[in-house]
């Protein structure tokens, strides 16, 4: 299957900074990318999607300004936690998919990244 | 809007025996696929097995099956001869034909006792 790599897999931060996760497509073209927090042993939570080339959609709830997501390319893309706070410590995986030449409905999934803030 | 219940937090198998995991979803949708995804304690998501909608024959991935009742929107997962590998998180997930998101369910913690 197709690989999309996620870094970093840890990271620990101080509270007020910021912090940016990056997810690549490693041999296919993302159309669209998915953003997840998952506590544990709870399901993904849907936090936003973004298609390359345009603003996210982000779901009900979810902070637009503390968590941004950019789609520059179709290979890329990131989510920085702002002024990240100790409630942003989570687990976070990215997924892509490629709505012009993969299989319908398929995702795939980064290794995510665990996320402290001390 | 779509939903996916996985009824069964925890389960819990004997080596070589075989397991069924649960999944209903309601959907008013005629088109679909359906997936189960393995998350082991790695956490990285992996997809155990996938089935389009319109297909009347249920999909198989050597130890892996599923059951796909289309009328009853049920979805469940077979693990035969259970390996201590097998020991993950299972979500079982729906994407719409034309659509982006994928909608998971809660999640069943299977364990596998030696």
């Known amino acids: 299957g197709a690989v999309v790599s996620q870094h970093p897999s840890r990271v620990i931060c101080k509270s007020g900074t910021s912090v940016k996760i990056e997810c690549r497509s490693l041999d296919f073209q993302a159309t669209t990318m998915f953003w997840y927090r998952q506590f544990p042993k709870q399901s993904l939570m849907l936090m936003a999607t973004?298609?390359?080339?345009?603003?996210?959609?982000?779901e009900q709830g979810v902070e637009k300004d503390k968590f941004l997501i950019n789609h520059a390319s179709l290979t890329l893309s990131t989510l920085t936690v702002t002024s990240a706070h100790p409630e942003d410590s989570s687990f976070y995986i990215c997924?892509?998919?490629?709505?012009?030449?993969?299989?319908?409905?398929?995702?795939?999934f980064g290794q995510g990244t665990r996320l402290t803030v001390v | 809007a779509q939903t996916v219940t996985q009824s069964q937090p925890e389960m819990s198998v004997q080596e070589a025996e075989t397991v069924t995991l649960s999944c209903t979803y309601d959907?008013?949708?005629?088109?679909?696929?359906l997936f189960w995804y393995k998350q082991p304690p790695s956490r990285q998501m992996i997809l155990v097995i996938r089935?389009?909608?319109?297909?009347?024959q249920n999909a198989t991935e050597n130890r892996f099956s599923v059951n796909f009742q289309k009328a009853a929107k049920s979805f469940s997962l077979k693990i035969s001869d259970s390996q201590l590998g097998d020991a993950a998180m299972y979500f079982c997930a729906y994407s719409p034909e034309y659509g982006n998101k994928l909608v998971f369910g809660a999640g069943t913690i299977l364990r596998v006792k030696s």
């Open positions: 089935q389009e909608a319109y297909k009347q």
């Open positions: 973004s298609n390359e080339g345009s603003k996210a959609t982000y």
């Open positions: 959907t008013s949708e005629s088109d679909y696929y």
């Open positions: 997924s892509a998919r490629d709505l012009l030449t993969g299989r319908p409905g398929e995702a795939f």
